[in-house]
């Protein structure tokens, strides 16, 4: 039997499976992955996601490195846009455009390739599957941005509360399709 979602986070609290004390002692992890292998549940997700990104303008669709590739894939299809994969450093051949940023533990990049895509002028809308501290998404704003982009909005499925992701991100709107996250 199929099931019909109503909204996404009937699909979500339907599909996610929660795991105690990953990736250390203390958190419960949200994992996505049975809600993404679940046809209703990924489409009723991805339209969610899609709607959000059409209200804030989208012409392309920028998603994070790895499960942002898998959702905004999905939504940039059902757009009819283009999507910018932004990678981890390493992972794409030179020329790259890289921002650096701080984790709680060290620093990481982002990356995007410097050549086959003009990026000047687009209005671009970031697409994850979960909002923490915000890291990711401020650098990948800093780095389009630097590229001449606007960055009209963030898109995500969950959002984790009380890490203070919600406050780096007050320059451009920003959705969580799940409210009850």
């Known amino acids: 039997m199929t099931t019909r979602y109503n909204n996404a986070s009937e699909a979500i609290a339907d599909k996610i499976r929660l795991v105690k004390d990953f990736p250390e002692e203390g958190i419960l992890f949200e994992d996505l992955t049975p809600v993404l292998a679940d046809a209703q549940a990924f489409h009723t997700v991805v339209s969610s996601l899609s709607e959000a990104c059409r209200k804030l303008g989208a012409d392309m669709i920028g998603g994070l490195d790895a499960r942002g590739f898998l959702l905004g894939s999905a939504v940039a299809y059902d757009l009819g846009v283009g999507i910018l994969a932004i990678r981890k450093k390493g992972k794409l051949p030179p020329p790259v455009h890289t921002q650096e940023y701080t984790l709680e ?15 000047q002028g687009k209005k671009i809308v970031l697409v994850d599957d979960v909002l923490a501290t915000g890291g990711t998404l401020l650098a ?34 920003l959705v969580v399709i799940n409210q009850d996250s």
């Not at 990356?111 to 086959?116: C, M």
């Not at 704003?141 to 991100?169: D, H, N, P």
């Open 105 to 119: 533990y060290g620093t990481a990049a982002l990356e995007i390739p410097a050549e086959g895509q003009d990026l």
């Open 140 to 173: 990948a704003t800093q780095l389009l941005e630097s590229c001449g982009a606007e960055v009209t909005g963030y898109v995500v499925v969950l959002e984790v509360a009380g890490l203070g992701g919600r406050e780096k991100l007050s320059k451009a709107p």
